[in-house]
């Protein structure tokens, strides 16, 4: 018999290894086993930028169902090596025709089926196609196979999330979770049966700047000068996802819910993963 609700969690941009441990620590969590489908953006999850075969393994292991990207993906060189091979990742689908991986996937949890779609958008960053056409097609193609379809908008320009959200409600979509920003913002909202948030957030160290070490954030606005970002330490760490019910049948979002949590004073941790 299946179920009439299936509860998902988006968690957002992951930030190297204390955003790793975070999620780790959080699935681990007796009361995540509520969570019927788990969706992270995993873009800057290995040493801030792009995403080892190791680190897509742990997080598979982890109890990760599906793993959206961006611009960043493309970052550790053995990304080439099995992009075309993970069935839990893929990367946004308005990169050119011809490039590895894929923008869509249907994820199969019990009897039920879900869509999910990862889009880049085209407000400063503009280095892939045009994206609403290409994304219209793609969620009727899906819709013809389940009802439920999630999209994760990796942009820049809030503006371009607000109006591409609105674009993906009267197409049908469930849910849709804005990332790239890694500021979680206080507008999660249900828009003509779609879960919607403009921004989800980032998971990793919240004593740095957006999940990066402030001393060298700090030299780049200071000097212009391009430095290498490190990931913050992590003493503190925190996480930023989205709760959302959806009706099975209809494919519709019932409810939304924004979530920050954070531990204080962590230390580190002898014998875990060591960072990539």
């Not at 979770?177 to 919240?206: K, L, P, R, W």
């Not at 004593?207 to 000068?225: A, H, P, W």
């Not at 920050?260 to 960072?275: A, P, V």
Request: with cysteine; charged share 25%; hydrophobic share 35%.
């Amino acid at each position: 018999m299946g179920k009439d609700i299936i509860k998902i969690i988006f968690f957002g941009d992951i930030v190297g290894k204390p955003g790793r441990l975070a999620v780790r620590d959080f699935l681990a969590d007796d009361t995540s086993k509520k969570y019927d489908f788990v969706i992270a953006n995993v873009e800057n999850a290995s040493h801030g930028f792009g995403l080892t075969e190791k680190n897509y393994n742990d997080f598979q292991e982890y109890g990760v169902h599906c793993m959206t990207c961006g611009n960043h993906i493309w970052d550790k060189r053995d990304i080439y090596s099995y992009i075309d091979t993970s069935d839990c990742l893929i990367r946004p689908i308005n990169y050119p025709k011809g490039t590895k991986g894929v923008g869509s996937r249907i994820f199969t949890i019990g009897d039920l089926k879900i869509g999910v779609i990862n889009i880049l958008g085209k407000v400063f960053i503009n280095l892939v196609d045009f994206q609403w056409e290409m994304v219209a097609e793609e969620i009727k193609k899906l819709k013809e196979i389940t009802p439920i379809v999630i999209v994760d908008f990796h942009a820049e320009a809030t503006a371009e999330k607000i109006c591409f959200g609105k674009y993906c409600s009267e197409l049908g979509v469930s849910a849709f979770f804005g990332t790239h920003t890694h500021v979680q913002t206080a507008d999660e909202n249900i828009v003509d049966g779609m879960a919607y948030i403009t921004d989800a957030g980032f998971c990793g160290a919240s004593d740095g700047v957006i999940g990066m070490e402030y001393n060298s954030s700090l030299s780049r606005f200071l000097t212009s000068i391009p430095e290498r970002y490190e990931v913050a330490p992590g003493k503190t760490r925190q996480i930023n996802a989205v709760e959302v019910d959806i009706d099975t049948v209809s494919g519709r979002a019932l409810a939304i819910k924004r979530i920050y949590c954070s531990n204080d004073n962590i230390e580190e941790e002898k014998g875990s993963e060591k960072e990539d």
